[in-house]
């Protein structure tokens, strides 16, 4: 079984500034690891999705996230947010060789100021 | 257009009623799943379903039931057996099912309890 832990519910940011949404995840097998964005009463829309190869992930929207293994880890980032930006962002995992559904975390509701 | 649509996007549901939830994808997609999200929780899988006639109990399926008896249809029934129906629900569909692929996400439906 897997569990995935965003330990800030909301994050207030000015906009222009940095920010970092973590996420800390336990699996006892293998995951694939996704951010994903819900803007007010909608569906939710993939950012970017770490599968294999560099740690390093870029997405849409300018977010890019780094996989730490050792620290089982995934943390999103973006340099300079937008208004735009105010949303809510789950991270979520798949187990590679189980079940194929996404485990989610409990959400970060990003809200940028001017 | 391509995508998933979920219709009535409000519900209400009287006490002892059962209600069906609509979901219809026209991405030929194989996989589809029903999400539960209630505040501060995240999202919670209820069944999910990758291929015709056969589907699987998510983390939360009491009071719940669904059928795959076409492609591009996986319609959810709330029974009177879920005590708390309140909450929005969201749809899903994915290529093959597989753990690494993107899931695109319908624009929900609201279910109220009058």
């Known amino acids: 079984a897997q569990s995935v832990t965003q330990l800030d519910s909301q994050v207030p940011v000015f906009e222009e500034a940095p920010v970092e949404l973590r996420c800390n995840y336990s699996s006892s097998v293998s995951v694939y690891l996704f951010w994903y964005v819900q803007y007010p009463n909608q569906g939710l829309q993939l950012l970017l999705k770490?599968?294999?190869?560099?740690?390093l992930v870029k997405g849409i929207n300018g977010f890019e996230a780094e996989f730490n293994k050792s620290q089982t880890s995934f943390h999103l980032r973006k340099p300079s947010v937008h208004i735009s930006d105010t949303a809510e962002y789950f991270c979520a995992v798949s187990d590679r060789s189980g079940r194929r559904a996404l485990t989610f975390g409990s959400g970060t509701r990003l809200q940028v100021q001017p | 257009d391509g995508g998933i649509t979920q219709s009535p996007k409000y519900l209400f549901r009287k006490e002892g009623q059962n209600v069906t939830l609509s979901c219809e994808q026209n991405?030929?997609?194989?996989?589809m799943y029903w999400y539960r999200q209630d505040p501060g929780q995240g999202l919670r899988l209820i069944y999910y379903?990758?291929?015709?006639?056969?589907?699987q109990k998510g983390d939360i399926a009491e009071g719940y039931s669904v059928s795959r008896e076409k492609k591009e249809s996986f319609p959810l029934t709330v029974t009177s057996a879920q005590k708390n129906p309140t909450a929005f629900y969201l749809c899903?569909?994915?290529?093959?099912?597989?753990?690494?692929?993107?899931?695109?996400f319908g624009p929900g439906t609201r279910l109220l309890v009058l």
């Open positions: 379903s990758q291929i015709v006639n056969d589907f």
């Open positions: 991405l030929n997609h194989d996989a």
């Open positions: 770490y599968l294999s190869g560099s740690t």
């Open positions: 899903a569909s994915s290529i093959d099912g597989t753990a690494q692929e993107t899931q695109y």
